[in-house]
């Protein structure tokens, strides 16, 4: 499943790009992907900075806060200015991550769910929520952790699968995530992307990451990707078909034209499966 006018090989869109995106947005990038929390309610010479892109391109949203999760109430007033944005801009596809981030506040970190029968039923209910609200199916994305809960019932890919049919959403599958926890919690992460449900795909990332230890990555998006992330994207695309892929680089950002090669290499490895 594709989203209306969501191809290719896409960039974040940050501030820090945004001259030199003005003065010419490289052929290699298709489509955007867009934090709305960091443009809701921006001053109006940015909002109109904003507008002239997503006039001209497709754009995604990607949610930061809204912890899926959580145990304090949803924040459905977010949600509504999220709903608003996407149609002011015309963006058809809205993702968050599986995890929480909220305890009566922000906590600024992506924290793991316990993979477990209540809290299956619990973030269902969010996410049914949540798309009920926006009037649309949202993608969730598999999300890095470095400590499992002390109690699990059972493993990460049962769960991503029971949260996706009960709550009937989209996969925002990203590459890296599966290869960071696949080193930080020692399983195959060719093995694991095998057990994710293909008809639910709907949207990749890709990312660098930080090694701390031999079997300890921190997933930061503050550095190239690495070939065994390239060799995972390359199989994911094999086994699953090609989707709209975004590079994420959120910290260390270089210059936009130094994010330029990878852009293009997502470009070469969906057009290995679309000759």
Known sequence: MHSPNLRGAGLGFRRDHLVALEQQVPDCIDFFEIAPENWIGTDPSSAKRLRAFTERFAFVAHGLSLSLGGLTPLNTDLLGNIKHFMRE????LYTEHLS????HGQLYD???????????????????????????????????????????EMDEAT????VLTEADCLLH???NN?????????????EFLRKLPKERVVYLHTAGHYQQEPNLLIDTHGAPVIDPVWALLDFTYAEFGVFPTLLERDYH????????PE?????????????
Do not use: M
Request: charged residues 10%; negative net charge; proline residues 8%.
């Open 100 to 103: 929480w981030c909220s305890d």
């Open 89 to 92: 801009h015309h963006i058809p």
């Open 110 to 152: 992506l924290l793991p769910i316990p993979f477990t029968a209540d809290a299956i039923q619990h973030t269902v209910a969010r996410i049914r929520q949540t798309q009920d609200i926006l009037g649309q199916q949202i993608g969730i994305e598999n999300a890095s952790f470095y400590l499992q809960a002390p109690i699990s």
């Open 178 to 190: 599966v290869y960071v926890n696949s080193v930080n919690h020692a399983y195959d992460p060719y």
């Open 263 to 275: 852009v293009q290499h997502i470009a070469s490895l969906q057009r290995k499966y679309t000759a």
């Open 159 to 162: 769960f991503i699968n029971a």
């Open 173 to 175: 599958l990203d590459v």
């Open 253 to 260: 950002i270089p210059p936009l034209q130094e994010l330029v």
